[in-house]
């Protein structure tokens, strides 16, 4: 019997892992990429001499042992084109936050620093202060599970142990952010909890990052983003995946209930065994599936569910080394600048790449600016009907801030040699994803507890993958969904499987 024939719709990451772990066990596949590169939101791209990164802040699974390292392994993510290995960098400093007083906090990666630090702000918060830091120990111990099959039963009792201590932990992870802040009586404190997470969302947004860092467990890998998607893709291509790129699918056909193939935007179509989308949900669920099989789960995320914003992301060529800034923080700025979306921005954050030097020139550095908009149809609209107001608007933004930079940091804009502006329309216009939210629904308390799901009742041979089939979304969700899925299939078609590449 020939293999099976598996159509994935879109090369991110979600649906690179899927074609991976498919080919090597035996199934013939075709990814479908309506861009012309590999990777969706992680992503980077060239002007003047500097590559402008846009997703990798943090990568769950950077530590070798760890269950999420061994997947990033298995997909070949650190293995460089050249031989060599992606270095990963983990920082001592997570992020400095901007206060309204002008003043700021330093959320230190190691927790003894970070709980001094705290102290020094709040004292009056010390036995709040002291519990988030029990909590991110056992957090970064859960995220810090060593993966073995090779434990004693003594090691086994004492992981089963630890591990209810940390699931307890990490259910009380899921209050919203608003309420958390209500336990501390200092105002700095409470200032930068909420300028770092949105009051509805789950402490949780807050604590998985900072939690790994003092593991080191989640760090940034050198190269950017879209060379990470490049050595995934590349063992895709290695193993036989065939990709279509800079066509996107239409319509999923189907027969009788059956997904039976895709109908391409220039009318030609693909027959296959079983399809999986791996791109926007909205897109899949209401246009390619043509709103015929909506479950209802998926009905009530789209109505009521609070989204990851999308981005203006403007990125800037910096003509010098920018090691006095740090690498990342949340300036605050006391004259707002108001977007025309309507959107008014006191805080954005702030990458100063000068530990990458694969972005920048030598002596040189790049450096983004990331602001957040739930506005994200609003940019699509403006850019499509009034052209040069878009261009106008970005090219004012970007003035903005940098205006506001100089004033922060000094020395600034006269190093500024070259400004990149993308927003939600570039996001939209490249990966597809709903009103250009950079990761899904987001992390609540109940968007958390729902499990919406990847196999559609009443539909055969089709699944949903990727960061709208897991609140919270993220590049290993993506990652571990691609290997979940192969799995399942496997399973279903009674092939033993395997990770392993042969
Ligand atoms: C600025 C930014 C920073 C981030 N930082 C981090 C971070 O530090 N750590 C982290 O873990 N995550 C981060 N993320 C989130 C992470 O990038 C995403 O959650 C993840 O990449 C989603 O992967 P995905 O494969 O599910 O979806 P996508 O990346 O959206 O991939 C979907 C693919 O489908 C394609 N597609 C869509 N429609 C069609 C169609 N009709 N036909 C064919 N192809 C189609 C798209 O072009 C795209 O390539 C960040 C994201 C952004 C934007």
């Given at each position: 019997m020939s293999e099976k024939h598996v159509v994935v719709i879109g090369a991110g990451i979600a649906g690179l892992s899927a074609a991976s772990y498919l080919l090597r066990n035996g199934y013939r596949v075709t990814i479908v990429e309506q861009?012309?590169?590999?990777g969706g939101l992680c992503t980077s791209w060239n002007r003047n001499g500097y590559t402008i990164d846009y997703c990798v802040h943090w990568l769950m699974?950077?530590?070798?042992?760890?269950a999420m390292h061994s997947i990033w392994e298995e997909l070949g993510a650190?293995?460089?084109?050249?031989g060599s290995r992606v270095p990963i960098v983990h920082f001592d400093e997570f992020s400095t936050i901007g206060l309204s007083d002008g003043s700021s906090i330093c959320l230190y990666s190691d927790l003894e620093a970070l709980k001094k630090e705290l102290l020094r702000v709040g004292p009056e918060d010390k036995k709040e202060i002291e519990k988030l830091c029990i909590t991110l120990k056992q957090l970064g111990a859960l995220t810090n599970n060593v993966r073995s099959s090779h434990v004693s039963f003594t090691e086994y009792l004492a992981n089963g142990c630890s591990l209810v201590g940390q699931m307890i932990a990490m259910m009380r992870q899921l209050i919203p952010m608003g309420t958390y802040?209500?336990?501390?009586?200092?105002p700095s404190i409470r200032e930068m909890l909420l300028a770092e997470i949105?009051?509805?969302?789950?402490l949780i947004a807050f604590t998985m990052g900072l939690a790994q860092q003092h593991v080191k467990a989640a760090g940034y890998t050198i190269g950017g983003s879209l060379n990470m998607a490049m050595n995934i893709a590349r063992v895709v291509e290695q193993l036989g995946g065939i990709f279509r790129y800079g066509t996107a699918v239409k319509t999923i056909r189907i027969r009788e209930s059956s997904a039976t193939g895709v109908v391409l935007s220039d009318d030609t179509e693909i027959d296959a065994d079983f399809v999986i989308s791996a791109a926007d949900g909205h897109q899949t669920l209401?246009?390619?599936?043509?709103?015929k099989f909506i479950p209802r789960k998926f009905q009530k995320a789209f109505t009521d569910y609070p989204l990851f914003p999308s981005t203006i992301h403007i990125a800037l060529g910096m003509?010098?080394?920018?090691?006095?800034?740090?690498h990342g923080f949340t300036p605050y700025f006391p004259d707002p600048i108001q977007l025309a979306d309507g959107t008014i921005v006191d805080r954005c954050l702030v990458n100063?790449?000068?530990?990458?030097?694969?972005?920048?020139?030598?002596g040189k550095t790049l450096l983004t600016v990331l602001i957040n908009t739930w506005e994200g149809l609003f940019w699509s609209r403006m850019a499509n009907e009034r052209p040069h107001e878009y261009t106008t608007e970005k090219k004012r933004i970007a003035e903005e801030v940098i205006g506001r930079l100089e004033h922060i940091l000094g020395n600034f804009s006269q190093h500024v040699e070259m400004i990149d502006v993308s927003t939600p329309h570039s996001v939209i216009r490249y990966t597809g994803n709903w009103q250009g939210s950079f990761e899904g629904f987001a992390p609540t308390n109940v968007t958390l507890k729902t499990r919406l799901p990847k196999i559609i009742p009443n539909l055969h041979n089709f699944a949903m993958i990727g960061q709208?089939?897991?609140?919270?979304?993220g590049l290993p969700t993506a990652a571990k969904d691609g290997r979940d899925i192969a799995k399942h299939m496997c399973k279903s078609d009674g092939k033993v499987w395997t990770a392993v590449l042969r």
């Open positions: 861009h012309t590169a590999p699974g950077s530590k070798a042992g760890t650190f293995n460089n084109k050249d802040v209500q336990r501390f009586k200092n949105p009051s509805d969302w789950s209401y246009s390619m599936l043509e709103g003509d010098r080394n920018c090691s006095d800034i740090p100063a790449y000068h530990y990458d030097p694969t972005l920048a020139p030598e709208w089939t897991a609140p919270g979304g």
